[in-house]
């Protein structure tokens, strides 16, 4: 059965990484987020991910991963200060999804739709 | 599509452009490679390889344009990118259904207000209306019964000059008692008993005058003719005389 729950203490930790499977990791209290699991390594504490993507929304990293690449978000994060960075994230990761849903047009897709409301409600008043 | 001249995008990434490079027809030489280069760094170009391998080719030049868009609005806007320009669409779309929902409360309230009026002008047209012809009717129906009694009348006058007696000549009195009021618009006027008409008349109608003295003396004759007497200085009630004769 799986489940588990993380020990106390300085550094310990359980992370689950799949049913009925636990480990103990001493690095970090925290399991492994989304993206070291999708990545398969080990989610250190350091881990830039980790505060932005977690383990529950394995799709939001998935998606990011698919169109923009793991190293090109670590080079965008870093490139920016700690308080942006998870608005960063959550934008980098509304255009991963929107691509994904429309290889072709992507969130430009929405942000055409949104100008035709514009337009149309300018025109109504 | 040439293979000596690399495209934009193997120009960024020093590559051989080979036949049927991927990025070729979408990246020329020219400025091909600025416009690589923001594609690359957002998205990357195996990436973006990746993409347009699984989009048809006819619309793979539209996706190569919305992604160099979004490329060109994260350089921009490192932490937004393009999801700024969303938010604000989103926004003045909100505003501006908030907006029109505000007009059309108040063009329904004032749609009301005018048809409310509308029915009211018209309530008070009808009546109107109705008021005129009621009018109308009642003056009409009094006017064809003073016809129907002027003939009435014309009739019952006609019929008293030819038979005094009959019962219509009572009928006629009794319309005339009965409707006095209406008596002076088609009848002379009946003169009143006035000492001062005969005055009147003596002084306005010298013939009249000169008439009834004579039919006054022509009477005086008569009398005395019969009695042989001066009734002539009874001359104020000859017809007590006349009568008192008879009875002798």
């Known amino acids: 059965p799986g489940g588990g729950g993380g020990d106390g203490g300085g550094g310990g930790g359980i992370s689950i990484l799949g049913p009925g499977l636990q480990h103990r990791k001493h690095a970090t209290s925290h399991s492994p987020c989304a993206a070291c699991k999708f990545l398969r390594r080990k989610c250190t504490a350091e881990c830039v991910f980790a505060p932005y993507f977690p383990p529950d929304q394995p799709h939001k990293f998935a998606n990011v991963h698919k169109i923009f690449g793991a190293s090109n978000i670590t080079k965008l994060l870093n490139e920016l200060p700690q308080h942006q960075r998870e608005d960063a994230v959550n934008s980098l990761a509304y255009e991963a999804d929107a691509r994904v849903k429309d290889p072709v047009y992507g969130c430009v897709g929405a942000i055409s739709l949104l100008q035709r409301q514009v337009a149309q409600l300018q025109n109504e008043l | ?248």
């Open chain 2, 1 to 248: 599509m040439s293979s000596g001249a690399p495209c934009g995008a193997c120009k960024f990434l020093r590559r051989k452009c080979v036949r049927g490079c991927v990025f070729a027809p979408y990246f020329g030489a020219e400025q091909g490679a600025a416009k690589f280069a923001a594609v690359h760094k957002i998205f990357g170009a195996s990436n973006v390889a990746k993409l347009l391998l699984h989009i048809p080719v006819p619309r793979r030049c539209d996706a190569v344009i919305t992604i160099s868009y979004e490329a060109q609005a994260r350089l921009s806007d490192p932490v937004y990118g393009c999801v700024a320009t969303i938010f604000a669409l989103q926004q003045q779309v909100s505003s501006l259904q908030a907006e029109l929902a505000m007009v059309q409360a108040a063009n329904r309230q004032a749609a009301a207000a005018a048809a409310a009026l509308v029915q009211q002008h018209h309530h008070q047209h009808l009546q109107q209306q109705l008021l005129i012809q009621q009018t109308t009717g009642a003056a009409g129906q009094q006017q064809q019964a003073h016809q129907v009694q002027q003939q009435q009348y014309v009739t019952e006058i006609a019929a008293g000059i030819s038979n005094p007696s009959s019962s219509s000549h009572g009928q006629f009195r009794s319309l005339m008692n009965t409707d006095q009021s209406n008596f002076h618009k088609f009848q002379i006027p009946p003169r009143h008993r006035d000492p001062r008409d005969h005055k009147q008349l003596q002084q306005h109608d010298p013939a009249a005058t000169q008439l009834q003295e004579h039919h006054h003396h022509h009477r005086h004759q008569i009398i005395s003719d019969h009695q042989g007497r001066s009734a002539a200085r009874d001359c104020r009630k000859p017809r007590e005389i006349m009568i008192r004769r008879k009875k002798n």
